[in-house]
């Protein structure tokens, strides 16, 4: 297998065709950002609650994460002064128009946006030169994005990204198509086999296709969501897909912001402690299951504090903090913290760098 062509992104061009995916709280951070991009690669920086360790986090979570994305970012650009980096930003998260704002006015190359359809996210990035990404799951979504940016703002986005339902945290799909869904090929009468869901990717591919006539432009197009070794990555490509998201496969790394037992977690995990798991606002996940998922499934938390984190969840009616739970596992307490992950989590049996994963993946 040769290796593939470069990514290029408007004015942006990078080598390997391969994004980190965003994954927070506090896993995706400057170390594993900056390190992916000197790989060649882009680094994608979670700005989930990314000021978790500053002193006010608790009183002004807003203001400490808006401050801690500026030095993150700046610490990244000292990994990968040449490097392309930008954030991973949730349409669900409280004030999501300042954290767009804030990216772009930092200098981030680029954001890319989904836990919701960032309708308006090109009037958030007017007038600077980030790069922006919707992350879509079907072709109707792709063109509900596509023809809402072309009607109010004449203009497309840079690039997409396609998650699929085997991804990690919050999804997409409904909890159905989730646990319906079965990677192997032969399960065939699923409602997601991963023939059904390429069949989703042609069709979004044909959306998209359409925006590059009308502009006269490329939009390169992502595949995300399982894409965990060489032969996957093969496999996404082979569909006319541009380059592709990976994840999980970049937590069991060293230059991953994530604590050592974190990383444990996801090298001791087996097939059946990939769970879907139902989130504070009402949206499917996916975790490993652990204690925390126990007691929470039997009985739950009494919420003291509200952070103020996602526009959905209601802290009365809650079965946890999903900031608190995801917190305490960036911390190293992994019997209390929620874990997310994606569907093939378990096949990581060891620690590598993000070098070896670029090479393993790129050939």
Same mark, same amino acid.
């Given at each position: 297998?040769?290796?593939?062509?470069?990514?290029?992104?408007?004015?942006l061009?990078?080598?390997?065709?391969?994004?980190?995916?965003?994954?927070?709280?506090?896993?995706?951070?400057?170390?594993?950002?900056?390190?992916?991009?000197?790989?060649?690669?882009?680094?994608?920086?979670?700005?989930?609650?990314?000021?978790?360790?500053?002193?006010?986090?608790?009183?002004?979570?807003?203001?400490?994460?808006?401050?801690?994305?500026?030095?993150?970012?700046?610490?990244?650009?000292?990994?990968?002064?040449?490097?392309?980096?930008?954030?991973?930003?949730? $349409?669900?998260? /409280?004030?999501?128009?300042? !954290?767009?704002? +804030?990216?772009?006015? %930092? *200098? @981030?190359d680029? &954001?890319? =946006?989904g836990?919701?359809?960032p309708?308006?996210?090109?009037?958030?990035?007017?007038?600077?030169r980030?790069?922006?990404?919707?992350?879509?799951?079907?072709?109707?979504?792709?063109?509900?994005?596509?023809?809402?940016?072309?009607?109010?703002?004449?203009?497309?986005?840079?690039?997409?990204?396609?998650?699929?339902?085997?991804?990690?945290?919050?999804?997409?799909?409904?909890?159905?198509?989730?646990?319906?869904?079965?990677?192997?090929?032969?399960d065939?009468?699923?409602?997601?086999?991963?023939?059904?869901?390429?069949?989703?990717?042609?069709?979004i591919?044909? $959306?998209?296709? /359409?925006?590059e006539?009308? !502009?006269?432009? +490329?939009?390169?197009? %992502? *595949? @995300?969501?399982? &894409?965990? =070794?060489?032969?996957?990555?093969?496999?996404?490509?082979?569909?006319?897909?541009?380059?592709?998201?990976?994840?999980?496969?970049?937590?069991?790394?060293v230059?991953?912001d994530?604590?050592?037992?974190?990383?444990?977690?996801?090298?001791?995990?087996?097939?059946?402690?990939?769970?879907?798991?139902?989130?504070?606002?009402?949206?499917?996940g996916?975790?490993?299951?652990?204690?925390?998922?126990?007691?929470?499934?039997?009985?739950?938390?009494?919420i003291?504090?509200?952070?103020?984190?996602?526009?959905?969840?209601?802290?009365?009616?809650?079965?946890?903090?999903?900031?608190?739970?995801?917190?305490?596992?960036?911390?190293?307490?992994?019997?209390?913290?929620?874990?997310?992950?994606?569907?093939?989590?378990?096949?990581?049996?060891?620690?590598?760098?993000?070098?070896?994963?670029?090479?393993?993946?790129?050939?």
């Amino acid at each position: 297998m040769g290796r593939y062509q470069p990514l290029s992104i408007g004015d942006l061009r990078i080598k390997n065709p391969v994004i980190q995916g965003g994954m927070g709280i506090g896993i995706s951070l400057s170390s594993l950002a900056g390190s992916v991009a000197k790989a060649g690669g882009i680094g994608l920086i979670s700005t989930a609650q990314i000021g978790f360790r500053e002193p006010d986090f608790e009183k002004h979570p807003k203001e400490a994460n808006l401050r801690s994305m500026e030095k993150e970012l700046a610490k990244a650009r000292k990994i990968a002064p040449e490097g392309v980096i930008g954030f991973n930003i949730m $349409v669900a998260t /409280k004030d999501y128009p300042d !954290y767009v704002k +804030k990216a772009a006015e %930092i *200098g @981030a190359d680029v &954001i890319v =946006s989904g836990a919701g359809l960032p309708v308006n996210l090109p009037e958030y990035t007017a007038g600077s030169r980030v790069k922006i990404a919707p992350i879509v799951s079907s072709p109707k979504s792709a063109s509900v994005i596509c023809k809402m940016w072309d009607r109010k703002y004449h203009n497309v986005p840079d690039f997409v990204v396609i998650e699929g339902p085997l991804a990690g945290g919050h999804l997409g799909f409904s909890r159905e198509d989730l646990t319906g869904f079965k990677a192997d090929r032969e399960d065939t009468d699923k409602v997601y086999d991963r023939d059904g869901y390429d069949q989703e990717i042609l069709g979004i591919l044909e $959306v998209i296709k /359409k925006f590059e006539n009308q !502009y006269r432009c +490329k939009i390169p197009v %992502i *595949g @995300a969501g399982g &894409i965990f =070794s060489r032969e996957d990555m093969a496999h996404h490509m082979s569909l006319g897909l541009d380059g592709v998201q990976v994840g999980t496969r970049f937590v069991t790394t060293v230059e991953c912001d994530a604590p050592d037992a974190y990383k444990k977690a996801y090298i001791q995990a087996k097939k059946e402690d990939i769970v879907i798991v139902k989130s504070p606002v009402g949206m499917p996940g996916r975790a490993i299951w652990n204690p925390f998922l126990e007691k929470v499934s039997e009985k739950p938390e009494n919420i003291t504090h509200c952070f103020r984190c996602l526009e959905h969840c209601n802290p009365v009616t809650a079965p946890y903090c999903i900031t608190m739970a995801l917190i305490r596992a960036a911390l190293g307490q992994i019997e209390d913290g929620l874990l997310f992950c994606g569907y093939n989590a378990y096949r990581c049996d060891r620690m590598e760098t993000v070098e070896e994963v670029m090479a393993d993946l790129c050939g």
